[in-house]
């Protein structure tokens, strides 16, 4: 099946600590995103890539960090410096051409302890 | 800065009615726009994507209108059922990003 899978699936962290999200997509999508979604707002865009190595800051990039290394492959890294990390994380991806459709994950809900 | 709004926040129906939600945005300069479907701690399913040049996609019970020169586009509902409910998000591709409404969350009563 073609999609794209967030893991884990739930995130615990401890104050101070670097947690990595992973996300994979096998949809041949050159286009990959990171949101940021907390209750009762919309969804936010912290970072996203249009083609590997290359990646650019969204809406709220402050103390997030992503790597784009393979075509399939974008994690995205709350790092300490992020100082109200709590939230649901959506990963998304698509073609890249600006026409087309965006497909999600399920998402990581992280909880700083 | 575009910013898009859907009103209302939140809809109660009782199964069997049409329902339309709305969507606005501000700025009509956009390559597309694109409803999804949230379900409680789930992520978000496409349901319709419609083109700066179209003016509506139809998808089973559920047709989607865009009015780029007014910045407004409706999602219709026909006949609903329980297993409608669930947050609906509107999304409008600018350049290189999607930008999202807060969401409608709809529930339909048996």
């Known amino acids: 099946d073609g999609g794209i899978t967030q893991s884990p699936k739930y995130l615990f962290r401890k104050e101070g600590q670097n947690v990595t999200l992973s996300c994979e997509q096998n949809l041949n999508h050159d286009a990959m995103y990171w949101y940021r979604q907390d209750p009762g707002q919309g969804l936010r865009l912290i970072y996203y890539?249009?083609?590997?190595?290359?990646?650019q800051k969204g809406d709220i990039a402050e103390g997030y960090s992503v790597s784009r290394e393979k075509k399939e492959s974008f994690p995205l890294t709350v790092t300490s410096a992020q100082k109200n990390p709590t939230a649901f994380y959506l990963c998304?991806?698509?073609?890249?051409?600006?026409?087309?459709?965006?497909?999600f994950g399920p998402g990581t809900r992280l909880t700083v302890l | 800065k575009q910013e898009v709004t859907q009103i209302p926040a939140a809809l109660s129906v009782p199964e069997g009615e049409n329902l339309v939600l709305n969507c606005s945005f501000t700025?009509?300069?956009?390559?597309?726009l694109q409803w999804f479907r949230q379900d409680p701690g789930k992520g978000l399913t496409s349901l319709l994507l419609?083109?700066?040049?179209?003016r509506e996609q139809t998808s089973g019970r559920l047709n989607a209108s865009l009015d780029k020169s007014s910045g407004r586009s409706t999602l219709y509902i026909a006949a609903s059922q329980p297993g409608d409910s669930a947050t609906y998000l509107c999304a409008v591709m600018g350049f290189q990003k999607l930008v999202f409404g807060t969401g409608t969350r709809l529930l339909v009563s048996p």
């Open positions: 890539s249009q083609i590997v190595n290359d990646f």
């Open positions: 998304a991806s698509n073609s890249g051409r600006g026409y087309n459709e965006q497909f």
């Open positions: 419609i083109q700066s040049s179209q």
């Open positions: 700025d009509s300069a956009i390559y597309n």
